[in-house]
């Protein structure tokens, strides 16, 4: 397999490197840009850990090639707090209503449910729910990562 | 008591969690996060086949992969070959069933690990899996228990002589007489399917040999005790092996255990003398960690007609898998142990029959072995209930261990241990939980028509869990330089909140500030020793361990103070970062000049019995008779945790291990077909909740009955919110279609034919 030269911008940096085009967008950003706070936790695009953002939408990582990236704005979860360590809201919320256990699906919900602040303080609980759907949480049972949405889309009006 | 000597009032508070802020911002360590680019990395070729000879193994072509630098078999393996041993309740005859890391000669389950490729990426030992060739010579598979203890057909460890495992029998009074004498008997049989843990990240490690020393990081749960058996399996001295537990992506009994990969991983790091890396992916974590929860019962009940329980009789298959693991016999004998519940049994017998079949093996998964006990007997008794034209709820307050018999000793055993409820009053957990739950208003709401096709239903569950298994732990306490208070656990994390629960026992106790201490835990290089996390121990005997070293770091920082400042200890107490004088706070010495002069306190808590916290579920629900799908309309826990540490984490505890539990009960299935082939080895087959399935959780802790076992008063609160999951939504299903549940899960199309099912009748 020929190697290919990529150039990929994850949260406003630019990650020049050769890699094999089968590279996983996962892999890359693990392992290649270093950011280990994307987990991979199923490698077939239903947990949906791996989520970051491609442009600002939500996307699997581990269901997209590294090589599809270029071009593409990328961030993810290490971008969302502000450089003085203040949380963003979303982040901050998740501390105080005990959104989460483990911490290992948490990136993905992140950067899965961050896009949606600005429409969810219209949101009534099921449809926080249906927000929530594409991603797998084993320790939670979801109760206070919805509370946790909740009280992020309040405090962002 | 702890609470009297410390200045703020910590423990019981909710406070948030120190784990939190490395978890949220990505700079959290999970085991595949470490960035060696020295390292190797690992892949496991596993058998295709679930029952096989192997008649052929050729390395060759993968050797010769430029990107491979070693490829290991069974022949690459110290002689004789060593098998993974048992750390919990072995019984004779079952270490003749125990795991070699690699097949040899024949492979039992599909997924058993056959070779190990090390190459320079994880991509490049993945694809030179395909170039190891295998000829297996494929043999009838036994997947059933009734099938494998046919006599007719092969043992699948000849050295063992027999399918059976192991048997546990207990019986106490006259079971015969009872059911003789008895007006009513109920009898089934009830079956719950092979689901297990699950964790969202999956199995990975670490292996670094260097300067005589092997390091494995990635370990979790019982560090200590698998630092022992990799040493013993690998012949090195305990003190040439370190293990290290990073950040832990979830846990729930399936993840820590000793695998065989960790024996591989750091066998292929000595060998190479380098660094090692292994991470499985989905489909293997479903095909190799341990499976759970595969019983089938055939139980029956003796009662009077006015509801009086006279005996209960049990004989059940558990479902183990190619090899026994290190559970040994625990969950069957957990089940056996614990099937009476919270009510009063003049007579109770049951057996139970480990199996041995060609599935991956079995283990423990939350509640291992009470999960099943509950659905059993929860499920008989809705069934009597109905035989009677009872309230549920009634025929069960008939037969409740009264509080005035409590200590109760139960007649049964864990791990050769009595089982005695050591506190507790079930008579009054129940109405609360039943008020919790609004039960009347919601038998009101059952009664309203739903609409067309549609069926409402309640359904109640009450249990006794245990806690605490493993009867001691370890702790040091001791001042950091900072003048912050470090507390050394031999407990483990695996997401549940230790370093927070600890920290607010150690704040407490010690009388600082809950922000100046920080729990240190997982690397047997720093904690000496510890039993670990698991059968819901890690706060109580973990924070009975930490209350007790830094009460006594306490006094000796106070009667060091008292030496320099010249003043009686009665009359010193510690606030905020100093000692200093009752009465008058000027007077004082700062932590830190105390950091050295007074040494670490150790304290090594030992328990010799277990505690049971209890509890009920309750469910309210509408099901579809035409699509089988169900709105579980209201879940209510209650549970009596003795003391909860923090009560937001208990609650937390509670609400995900319901998750799990309705998983189980509606959803999740390590199904295999007749070949013996998992077919729900990926997530989507193997179905767990989404927040879509999941509903709101109504959950009321209480701590009506602490226990006298430790000095917190705390009894474990990590397996309750699972125990009685599958239990309520059985009977809930079955009170709204009229027909009784016996298979779990409640699949749509179980829930159909349940519904045909009454319509023909």
Known sequence: MTNRKVAIEINGETYEREIEPRLLLSDFIRHEAGLTGTHVGCEHGVCGACTVQMDGEPVRSCLTLAVQAEGHRLTTVESLAQEDGTLHPLQQAF??????????????????????????????????????????????????????????????? | MVTEVGVERVIGLPLRRKEDLRLLTGSSCFVDDLDRRDALHAAVLRS????????????????????????????????????????????????????????????RYSGEPVAVVVAESRYAAEDALERIAVTYEQLDPLLAPEEALDPRNPVLHPDAGSNLAAEIQVRFGDVEAAFAKAEVVVAERLQCQRHGAVPLEPRGLLAEAKDGRLTVWGAAKVVHT???????????????????????????????????????????????????AWTEDREENLRALNHSREQVHDVEVALRADGTLLALRDRFFMNTGAYVRTHGAVVPNMTVALLPGPYRWPAYECTAQQVVTNKTPAGTYRAPGRYEANFVRERILDIAARRLDRDPADLRRQNLIPTDEIPYETGTHTDRHPVVFDSGDFPLLLDKGLDSFEYDEMLRWRARDPGRGRRRGVGLAYFVEKSGIARWEYARVGVAADGGAVAYVGSASVGQGVETVLAQVCAETLGVPFDAVRVSHGDTDVVPEGMGAFGSRASMLGGSAVAQAAAALRKRLIDVAAERLEASPADLTIEGDRVVARGSPAVGIPLTELAGAAPDAEARFECPDMSFPYGLHCVALEADVETGALDIHRYAVAYDVGRALNPQLVDGQIVGGVAQGVGGALLEELAYDASGQLVTGSFMDYLMPTAGEMPAVRVLITEDAPTPLNPLGAKGAGEGGTAAAGAVIANAVSDALGAEAHVLPLTPERVVDLADERRAA
């Open chain 1, 95 to 157: 501390h105080e209503t005990h959104g989460l256990q483990c911490g290992f699906c948490t990136p993905g919900f992140l950067m899965s449910l961050e896009p949606l602040l600005a429409e969810a303080r219209d949101f009534d609980e099921r449809k926080i729910r249906e927000a929530l759907a594409g991603n797998l949480c084993r320790c939670t049972g979801y109760q206070n990562i919805v509370a946790a949405v909740q009280l992020a889309a309040e405090r962002m009006q």
């Open chain 2, 226 to 276: 698998n630092k022992r058996i990799l040493a013993t399996l690998l012949d090195l001295s305990e003190k040439q092996v370190r293990l290290v537990e990073l950040d832990v992506g979830g846990g729930f009994g399936g993840r820590g255990e000793f695998y065989p990969e960790d024996f591989l991983v750091p066998f292929c790091a000595l060998r190479q003398q380098r660094p090692v």
């Open chain 2, 48 to 107: 295709p086949h679930a029952h096989a000879r192997i008649a052929a193994l050729d390395t060759a072509r993968a050797l010769a992969d430029e990107h491979v630098v070693d490829v290991i078999t069974s022949a690459e393996l110290p002689q004789p070959v060593p098998r993974i041993p048992m750390r919990m309740y072995s019984i004779d005859g079952m270490e003749r069933l125990l795991q070699p890391p690699l097949a040899a000669g024949t492979v």
